[in-house]
Nanobody
Framework: VQLQASGGGVVQAGGSLRLSCAAS????????MGWFRQAPGKEREFVAA????????LYADSVKGRLTISRDNAKNAVNLQMNSLKPEDTAVYFC??????????????????WGQGTQVTVSS
C-alpha cells in the first residue's frame, strides 16, 4: 500500500485547509484510515480516524468540531477538512492505513502503512 498526502500549506489563524490522501491499493475499503500529526520536538499524535465504510469517525478532543475526516472508497481517497485553524495545529500531517479493531485506531502502533506527510503551518 502506498499513501500520498497532499494539501498542506501556510494559512492564517481561523483559516481552512483540506488535506487529501490517495491510496494505491485495490483493497482500500478493507482499511480503516487515520490522520496523525507531529509538531517539532513532539511525539506523533492521533488526529482523526474513519472506519472502512465511512460509517464511523473518531476525533482527538483538540480538533473536535473543527476538523472533519471523510473518505471516498471509489476513488481510494481520504480527506481531512480543517476549519478554524489555530497556531497549535501547526505540524506535519500524516495519513495512515490499518486493519486493527476500531477500538485501537488511536494507537499509532496499529497502523501498517504511512504516507510521507504534508506540512501545515498556521500563523497567528
Amino acid at each position: 500500500v502506498q499513501l500520498q498526502a497532499s494539501g498542506g500549506g501556510v494559512v492564517q489563524a481561523g483559516g481552512s485547509l483540506r488535506l487529501s490522501c490517495a491510496a494505491s491499493v485495490r483493497t482500500f475499503s478493507t482499511y480503516a484510515m487515520g490522520w496523525f500529526r507531529q509538531a517539532p520536538g513532539k511525539e506523533r499524535e492521533f488526529v482523526a480516524a474513519i472506519s472502512r465504510n465511512g460509517g464511523s469517525t473518531l476525533y482527538a478532543d483538540s480538533v473536535k468540531g473543527r476538523l472533519t475526516i471523510s473518505r471516498d472508497n471509489a476513488k481510494n481517497a481520504v480527506n481531512l477538512q480543517m476549519n478554524s485553524l489555530k497556531p497549535e495545529d501547526t505540524a506535519v500531517y500524516f495519513c495512515a492505513a490499518t486493519r486493527t479493531v476500531w477500538g485501537r485506531v488511536m494507537d499509532t502502533t496499529q497502523y501498517y502503512y504511512w504516507g510521507q506527510g504534508t506540512q501545515v503551518t498556521v500563523s497567528s
